[in-house]
């Protein structure tokens, strides 16, 4: 992959090109939000058929422009380069406002850097797949996430999801067909510190199936007794008896 840091705080920096390089990729950094742009702006500008994917870690606190506005003026140019948003500020309301913006991840500070480094690798293997037409609208079946107004519909009805119901959509339409573990879907909605014995995500889950699926004949979120949870399409026939 190809990094481009942006990232005002030395030792996370330095800590970050250190083990990015020694993984093999190549980095390039900045220590100012409008800097950091211009960088973008130029990889995106330079980028051709066949180049490896490259990958944005942009911190939410800069000098010269803070990354909600580095990523909300990216994606208004039509830059769709994969983001992963590093900050400290932690609540739900803070990861949606930052997907809200266009960023495609969200790791809150302190992470630990395997977590990072796979987050990252699942960003660039999503772009590759998605080729040249990259683009912020995620659709499985008839069901369609908007991941920059962060609005829902299914068969082209809206749906009423709260900012968390959202935020588990968003991961769960992000790999259709992907198994998701209780655990693995607590620690990217609700965060590392959410208890882990709790049973929120069940109820997160019924509540959003019954917004989702219900009037559907065929369910698009399944659970996997004892697995966890996945959302997936229905195959040809399914629903007729």
């Given at each position: 992959m190809n990094i481009l840091l942006i990232e005002d705080d030395p030792r996370i920096a330095d800590f970050l090109q250190r083990g990015?390089?020694?993984?093999?990729?190549?980095?390039?950094?900045?220590?100012?939000?409008?800097?950091?742009?211009?960088?973008?702006?130029?990889?995106?500008?330079?980028?051709?058929?066949?180049?490896r994917p490259t990958v944005v870690v942009l911190d939410l606190m800069l000098p010269g422009m803070n990354g909600m506005e580095i990523c909300q003026t990216l994606r208004a140019a039509g830059v769709g380069l994969p983001i992963l948003m590093l900050t400290a500020l932690s609540t739900l309301e803070d990861r949606v406002a930052g997907l809200r913006m266009g960023a495609d991840d969200y790791l809150?500070?302190?992470?630990?850097?395997?977590e990072l480094l796979a987050r990252l690798e699942?960003?660039?293997?999503?772009?590759?797949s998605l080729g040249p037409?990259?683009?912020d609208r995620l659709a499985v079946g008839d069901l369609v996430l908007d991941r920059t107004s962060m609005r829902a519909t299914r068969s082209g009805r809206a749906l009423n999801l709260t900012a968390r119901e959202l935020a588990l959509l968003e991961l769960l339409m992000s790999a259709p067909g992907r198994l998701f573990s209780r655990e693995r879907i607590l620690a990217r909605v609700w965060g590392h510190s959410e208890d882990p014995l709790t049973n929120v995500v069940d109820?997160?889950?019924r509540r959003l199936r019954s917004k989702i699926d219900d009037g559907h004949p065929v369910p698009?979120?399944?659970t996997v007794r004892g697995l966890g949870y996945r959302l997936e399409a229905p195959g040809p026939g399914a629903g007729k008896g």
């Amino acid at each position: 992959m190809n990094i481009l840091l942006i990232e005002d705080d030395p030792r996370i920096a330095d800590f970050l090109q250190r083990g990015l390089r020694a993984e093999g990729h190549q980095v390039q950094r900045s220590a100012n939000g409008l800097e950091g742009l211009a960088m973008v702006q130029a990889a995106a500008r330079d980028i051709r058929p066949g180049d490896r994917p490259t990958v944005v870690v942009l911190d939410l606190m800069l000098p010269g422009m803070n990354g909600m506005e580095i990523c909300q003026t990216l994606r208004a140019a039509g830059v769709g380069l994969p983001i992963l948003m590093l900050t400290a500020l932690s609540t739900l309301e803070d990861r949606v406002a930052g997907l809200r913006m266009g960023a495609d991840d969200y790791l809150c500070k302190p992470f630990e850097f395997e977590e990072l480094l796979a987050r990252l690798e699942a960003l660039a293997r999503r772009a590759q797949s998605l080729g040249p037409g990259h683009s912020d609208r995620l659709a499985v079946g008839d069901l369609v996430l908007d991941r920059t107004s962060m609005r829902a519909t299914r068969s082209g009805r809206a749906l009423n999801l709260t900012a968390r119901e959202l935020a588990l959509l968003e991961l769960l339409m992000s790999a259709p067909g992907r198994l998701f573990s209780r655990e693995r879907i607590l620690a990217r909605v609700w965060g590392h510190s959410e208890d882990p014995l709790t049973n929120v995500v069940d109820v997160y889950i019924r509540r959003l199936r019954s917004k989702i699926d219900d009037g559907h004949p065929v369910p698009l979120i399944q659970t996997v007794r004892g697995l966890g949870y996945r959302l997936e399409a229905p195959g040809p026939g399914a629903g007729k008896g």
